[in-house]
């Protein structure tokens, strides 16, 4: 890699590494970076997936020595999601990229608006309390069906997996971010478990990009659990309406 590669593929993957540990999305960043590198599809997928298991797994870290993760809830999800991953990274062969682009621009403002909504009815009385059973099987649910799309797709899981726990288990924005980290970290490294027995792996970009990602994400998990900071839901809209614009731009492309 020439140097200026190299500081392309940092700075891309330590922005996206920030934005990913606060909202997930942070794969909307790197992937283009490592995209104009010349890689192949899979070379591409699979080089991501290396860069994205080790900042995450610094996120993660950093969450558990704060005691902020719940394993009720990421626990079973962890453990789905490694296997919906899996399947949906050996199914990304056979899968029509247009048509999941196409049913993400239809997806992404119902998202927002929900959203909306929810925020407009908070104050309108407390959630219903779920059992640990409820919590578990619901989190599993999440974590198997985001999995599988990282694997097969990939774009926002960790923003969809937020979304998810949010309104199927009413956690608040910033206890959903942490638990959704944990999720994808099983669905990253079982997506890079799949690409690197297939040797789609670049492992020069990769290296780089590792380096980003891993500083990006120490900065942008120390934010998340400063109280006095609410940056989730800005980056979270942030993150879809990026996640819009790149939607548009390969059905345009």
Same mark, same amino acid.
């Given at each position: 890699?020439?140097?200026?590669?190299?500081?392309?593929?940092?700075?891309?993957?330590f922005?996206g590494?920030?934005?990913d540990?606060?909202?997930?999305?942070g794969?909307l960043?790197s992937?283009?970076?490592i995209?104009?590198?010349?890689?192949?599809?899979?070379?591409?997928?699979g080089?991501?997936?290396?860069?994205?298991?080790?900042?995450t797994?610094?996120s993660?870290?950093?969450f558990?020595?704060?005691?902020?993760?719940?394993p009720?809830?990421?626990?079973f999800?962890f453990?789905?999601?490694?296997?919906g991953?899996?399947l949906g990274?050996?199914?990304?062969? @056979?899968?029509?990229?247009r048509?999941?682009?196409?049913?993400? =621009?239809a997806? *992404?403002?119902?998202? $927002?608006?929900? #959203? !909306? %909504?929810?925020?407009?009815?908070?104050?309108?009385?407390?959630?219903?309390?779920?059992t640990?059973?409820q919590?578990?099987?619901r989190?599993?649910?999440?974590?198997f069906?985001?999995?599988?799309?990282?694997?097969?797709f990939?774009?926002?899981?960790g923003?969809?997996?937020?979304?998810?726990?949010v309104?199927s288990l009413?956690?608040?924005?910033?206890?959903?971010?942490?638990?959704?980290?944990?999720?994808?970290l099983?669905s990253?490294?079982?997506?890079?478990?799949?690409f @690197?027995s297939?040797?789609?792996?670049?492992?020069?970009?990769? =290296?780089?990009? *590792?380096?980003g990602? $891993?500083?990006? #994400? !120490? %900065?942008?998990?120390?934010?998340?659990?400063?109280?006095?900071?609410?940056?989730?839901?800005?980056?979270?809209?942030f993150?879809?309406?990026l996640?819009m614009v790149k939607?548009?731009?390969?059905?345009?492309?």
């Amino acid at each position: 890699m020439s140097v200026w590669q190299f500081l392309l593929v940092f700075a891309a993957c330590f922005s996206g590494g920030f934005v990913d540990a606060i909202a997930g999305g942070g794969g909307l960043l790197s992937f283009p970076a490592i995209l104009a590198l010349g890689l192949t599809p899979a070379q591409v997928l699979g080089t991501n997936k290396l860069i994205a298991a080790p900042g995450t797994a610094v996120s993660v870290w950093r969450f558990y020595r704060n005691r902020l993760i719940d394993p009720r809830i990421a626990g079973f999800a962890f453990a789905l999601t490694l296997l919906g991953s899996w399947l949906g990274a050996a199914a990304s062969s @056979f899968q029509t990229k247009r048509s999941f682009t196409m049913i993400l =621009l239809a997806v *992404i403002p119902v998202v $927002i608006f929900l #959203n !909306y %909504l929810k925020d407009r009815r908070k104050r309108a009385g407390h959630p219903k309390q779920l059992t640990a059973i409820q919590i578990s099987w619901r989190a599993a649910l999440c974590g198997f069906a985001l999995g599988f799309y990282d694997g097969v797709f990939g774009p926002g899981t960790g923003t969809f997996l937020m979304i998810a726990f949010v309104f199927s288990l009413g956690l608040d924005y910033r206890s959903a971010s942490v638990q959704a980290r944990v999720v994808n970290l099983g669905s990253n490294l079982a997506a890079f478990v799949f690409f @690197f027995s297939r040797g789609e792996i670049v492992w020069a970009v990769g =290296l780089a990009g *590792i380096a980003g990602g $891993i500083s990006g #994400n !120490y %900065l942008g998990s120390g934010m998340l659990m400063d109280p006095r900071r609410d940056l989730v839901k800005p980056l979270l809209y942030f993150v879809l309406g990026l996640l819009m614009v790149k939607c548009a731009w390969d059905l345009v492309g």
